[in-house]
Structures are given as structure tokens and as C-alpha cells.
């Protein structure tokens, strides 16, 4: 099974990749910069690109059958949470413009 996760550069992100990769799932990522994955990079399929870009997240929606959104406002500097808002109701409506149930 194919699935995305996004937010992947994040402690959570990095712990959620290595988990689905340990348990044979096939990773997609959507980065602004693939060097942060680290060690998960070349692991993953990476679609470099901006979480906030309609275009990038419907290339990261693109063949998988789930989606785990672990992206949002940095906790440091928690600025634009709207933004954040706004990006997570276009992912809604990729995913069901692409028929991801999960």
C-alpha cells in the first residue's frame, strides 16, 4: 500500500516514515527540502514542493490510497494558523476529487 505523509521533516513526520516503512508500506512525501529528511531520504518518493501549492499536493495525492497529514504551524513560531486552516480544507478536497477514503 502507498501512502503520503505530510509534515514529514517534523520529529513526528520522521518517526510516522520510519514506522510505515518498517511495516512495508510504500512513503510519499511532499518537501520544500529533501536534505531535512535525513536518513529517510532515498527511502521515500519524494515530491519536492510547498504544502500551501494546490498543484504540489495533488502530486503528492497521486496514486496513494491513504494520507497522513501531520502538518501545521511550527510550535515555536506558531504564526498564520489560518493558513494551515486553508491548506488542510484543499487537501480535503484533493483527496476527494482523487477518491482517498483514508
Known amino acids: 500500500m502507498k501512502i503520503a505523509i505530510l509534515g ?3 520529529f513526528l513526520g520522521k518517526v510516522l516514515v520510519k514506522r510505515a516503512l518498517e511495516e ?3 512513503v510519499k512525501t511532499l518537501v520544500r527540502n529533501p536534505d531535512k529528511l535525513g536518513e529517510i531520504n ?3 518518493e519524494v515530491v519536492q ?3 500551501f501549492n494546490r498543484e504540489d499536493l495533488e502530486k503528492e495525492v497521486s496514486g496513494i490510497e491513504a494520507v497522513l497529514p501531520t502538518a501545521g504551524p511550527p510550535q515555536r513560531n506558531p504564526q498564520f494558523p489560518e493558513k494551515y486552516e486553508m491548506a488542510k480544507k ?3 478536497s484533493i483527496l476527494e476529487k482523487h477518491n482517498v477514503r483514508r
Open 8 to 10: 514529514s521533516t517534523s
Open 24 to 26: 512495508g508500506y510504500e
Open 42 to 44: 532515498g527511502k521515500v
Open 49 to 51: 514542493g510547498n504544502y
Open 90 to 92: 484543499e487537501l480535503v
